[in-house]
Nanobody, 118 residues
Framework: QVQLVESGGGLVQAGGSLTLSCAAS????????MAWYRQAPGKQRELVAS???????GYADYVKGRFTISKDNAKNTVYLQMNSLKPDDTAVYYC????????????WGQGTQVTVSS
């Protein structure tokens, strides 16, 4: 069973920065992609950023230029650097790992709360 453990959430003022970390219990090379999602109260979970095994990255339009996803293969850890945070970024942030065997399978972390005050 894969475990993903997020850390780094907290309370920050608008315009501030936070870095989230996601530590995987096995090599992240084994996953086709790693990603960060978020879910605000009363809203659906949405994709924030993703990175593939060959380091291709993708971002939601609302975080482009502000957030950066990266990974450290030696530490089996994925990061989300968040700059210029806005109150609308307030949400629980979830780490996701996706692997393809016979079909796609997703693994999720427990989530970390990010709160941006105005």
């Amino acid at each position: 069973q894969v475990q993903l453990v997020e850390s780094g959430g907290g309370l920050v003022q608008a315009g501030g920065s936070l870095t989230l970390s996601c530590a995987a219990s096995r090599s992240i090379f084994s996953f086709n992609a790693m990603a960060w999602y978020r879910q605000a109260p009363g809203k659906q979970r949405e994709l924030v950023a993703s990175v593939t095994t060959d380091d291709a990255t993708g971002y939601a339009d609302y975080v482009k230029g502000r957030f950066t996803i990266s990974k450290d293969n030696a530490k089996n850890t994925v990061y989300l650097q968040m700059n210029s945070l806005k109150p609308d970024d307030t949400a629980v942030y979830y780490c996701n790992a996706r692997e393809f065997l016979v079909r796609f399978k997703d693994y999720w972390g427990q989530g970390t709360q990010v709160t941006v005050s105005s």
